[in-house]
């Protein structure tokens, strides 16, 4: 099981525990950190958006055409690091993910 480090939108640190094919927006929608994830993980809203820590960034799979064209329509978009969380399907081998919530739309 997985357990990802979260850095929330007030700066506290958050150690959450993941199954197995579980996405990162579930588990921050799951644990009541503030994501909205109106689309409940349908890649067409982008109110899971989240910042990969630098050192997980090439650990993970690269986004997908469709990720990439909703990140575009985000205000406060990091190229290097940006992504959705809806879209991050976790394995066994993202032990410690670390991430932060982007700021809110």
């Not at 921050?28 to 689309?39: K, M, N, S, T």
């Amino acid at each position: 099981m997985p357990t990802l480090e979260i850095i929330d939108r007030n700066g506290e640190h958050h150690s959450l525990s993941a199954r197995a094919g579980d996405t990162v927006m579930e588990v921050l929608r799951d644990a009541g950190l503030p994501i909205e994830a109106v689309c409940g993980g349908c890649c067409v809203c982008a109110t899971c958006h989240v910042y990969i820590d630098p050192d997980w960034v090439a650990r993970l799979e690269p986004a997908k055409r469709g990720e990439l064209a909703l990140l575009e329509g985000c205000r406060y978009v990091d190229p290097a690091l940006s992504r959705l969380g809806c879209q991050i399907s976790l394995r066994p081998e993202d032990e410690g993910l670390a991430l932060r919530l982007a700021p809110e739309e």
